[in-house]
């Protein structure tokens, strides 16, 4: 069954084109790779989808229910969460706070949300940084500290922007462990990759953009050999060969 | 559930209690009124600028404009009592309430700009609330308003010449405050405020509504800082815009904060401890020579602390990080 359905979404920054008519559904409990080179607009996609922004022209349907143009607000409460890019912490709270402050959105009191917080950050393998500032954390711990934090707001959808991007093997690899854990708890997972021998092996299938148009959709084996897919990473010289 | 934040709060609630039996028993033994005088001012700037921080130190709205409610609440008030003969004990939660409501008013187009433009709209907004008052003959105008003396009672918030009541009400006002600020700490409020402050974009994207968590803390700074300007008004006995709304009273309600600590619980409380005290020894030791001299041993406090210690003096007392490893 279909969590998420992309509909003709199209959007323009100025005059700049990001995304083209994309259409694609993402079916409940599956991790959906959302890959291309740079500027083929994974990440304004990502924006539509969390409601960071409206679409020009198309829909966007959680679980059948319109959700594009209601803000980032709504759909946290509809269950999408995410991650950023560049991460953002709150860094004037400890861990155990950053993450209170996702779990807030479904608990009404502050002990409810502690506790759901301290589980999220053990699932998280942040558990023994609970008490550190954000700020004291080093790079892969923030980006586990940005997925605990979306955890705890019960999401059904978790949207993942490049978080394994510019992570020793090593961290990648404990990077992937979390997500397929994400997944067998039941959330669907759409990450943004550019590094396609990392996200490949991870995901079922994989939307490719490129010049903000979905170049094709299909599972790791079929991306890998397609002829266009090469052509938009490596240039007209290596399709051919 | 027993950790770090539950641990740290009771000891905060149990310091706060310990430094509230000390702030009843000591006034008991001064007789001086100038140092009276001083304690009072002290903890009613406290307590104004723990108010302040609610919005400026939580939230991360740096207003410079809180003079407004402050003159509105003690212009509440006052005129409450001169015009309607509603008693000040009464009057000045009406002072509260429009206080909470200016604040309301004002951040309803105001918290659509953003960082520096919201401060600037803030000290505007303010100097248009003085410049009204200051032209306004029903309210006193330039003239302003003396304060009926009635028989000393807590209804009245008159007490005389005795001292030591007023300074209960203010330790009161103060304590109010505090609690006020330990227990938004601590609620689903100031968790979405502080994260408003960090990153309002990963703030909304955890279900945060930015412009509603802005406007909450508002509302209870505006509030606070009326009835603190309401306090204030009964214990001077006259007002006019130039002692309650005047842009300085905004720099004087920011500044403990500012110096003791933003965004923490016992900053404001000693910033005032130092600052006031020193602004009123400036001024009675100088006299009307020294006007501005106050102003310029501000600028120095704050040059020091900013290039010393940039977190407040606060972080003086902070372990380096609380909790486990």
Not at chain 2, 211 to 230: N, R, V
Not at chain 2, 258 to 266: K, M
Request: aromatic content about 8%.
């Amino acid at each position: 069954m279909a969590l998420l359905e992309i509909d003709g979404v199209s959007k323009s920054f100025g005059g700049v084109a990001a995304n083209v008519d994309i259409s694609f559904a993402v079916t409940e409990g599956e991790i959906l790779g959302l890959i291309g080179p740079n500027g083929a607009g994974k990440t304004s996609l990502f924006n539509a989808i969390a409601g960071e922004v409206t679409p020009d022209a198309g829909e966007i349907r959680l679980d059948g229910a319109p959700i594009s143009g209601l803000g980032p607000v709504a759909c946290a409460e509809r269950g999408i969460a995410r991650t950023f890019q560049v991460v953002r912490s709150f860094d004037s709270m400890t861990v155990l706070e950053n993450v209170m402050v996702g779990a807030f959105s479904r608990a009404g009191h502050a002990p409810v949300a502690m506790r759901a917080a301290q589980e999220t950050l053990e699932f998280c393998g942040l558990a023994n940084r609970a008490g550190r500032f954000a700020w004291q954390l080093s790079p892969p711990e923030k980006r586990r500290l940005e997925v605990a934090r979306a955890l705890a707001t019960q999401p059904k959808l978790l949207l993942l922007d490049e978080m394994l991007t510019g992570l020793t093997p090593t961290e990648a690899q404990e990077g992937v462990q979390l997500v397929r854990a994400v997944r067998d708890r039941g959330i669907t997972v759409i990450m943004v990759e550019h590094v396609m021998e990392i996200v490949l092996p991870l995901v079922s299938r994989a939307v490719v953009l490129n010049l903000g148009r979905v170049l094709t959709i299909g599972a790791p084996a079929e991306i890998v050999k397609n002829p266009d897919v090469i052509r938009a990473y490596l240039g007209d010289r290596y399709a051919a060969a | 559930m027993d950790n770090f934040i539950t641990r740290r709060r009771r000891h905060e609630l149990m310091v706060a209690g310990g430094l509230l039996v000390v702030a009843i028993v000591v006034p008991l033994f001064i007789r001086d009124v100038t140092a009276l005088n001083v304690i009072i001012l002290s903890l009613l700037f406290a307590g104004l600028s723990q108010a302040w921080n609610i919005l400026g130190g939580y939230c991360g709205q740096i207003s410079l404009g809180h003079a407004l409610y402050f003159g509105m609440g003690s212009y509440v008030s006052t005129l409450l009592y001169v015009h309607g003969a509603i008693p000040p004990s009464i009057g000045m939660f009406a002072g509260a309430a429009v206080g909470g409501l200016a604040a309301l008013l004002v951040g309803w187009p105001c918290f659509r700009l953003s960082g520096h433009y919201y401060a600037i709209a803030t000290v505007v907004v303010g100097e248009i609330g003085y410049l009204l008052f200051l032209n306004w003959d029903y309210v006193g105008g330039a003239t302003g308003v003396y304060i009926p003396i009635a028989k000393p009672s807590l209804l009245n918030l008159q007490f005389g010449k005795d001292k030591l009541p007023y300074l209960y009400v203010v330790l009161a006002f103060c304590a109010a405050t505090w609690l006020a600020a330990w227990l938004i700490e601590g609620s689903r409020w100031g968790y979405a405020w502080r994260a408003v402050k960090d990153d309002m974009v990963a703030a909304r994207s955890l279900g945060v509504n930015i412009f509603s968590s802005k406007m909450a803390a508002a509302a209870i700074s505006g509030a606070f800082t009326g009835l603190g300007g309401a306090i204030y008004g009964l214990y001077v006995g006259y007002i006019d815009p130039d002692s309650v709304m005047a842009g300085h009273f905004s720099i004087l309600i920011a500044l403990p904060a500012v110096l003791g600590g933003v965004g923490t619980l016992w900053g404001p409380i000693l910033g005032a401890a130092l600052l006031i005290p020193m602004k009123e020894l400036s001024s009675s030791y100088l006299g009307g020579s020294g006007r501005g001299v106050d102003l310029m041993l501000y600028g120095a406090m704050i040059v020091v602390v900013a290039l010393a210690q940039p977190q407040g003096v606060v972080s003086l007392f902070r372990r380096r990080a609380h909790g486990p490893a």
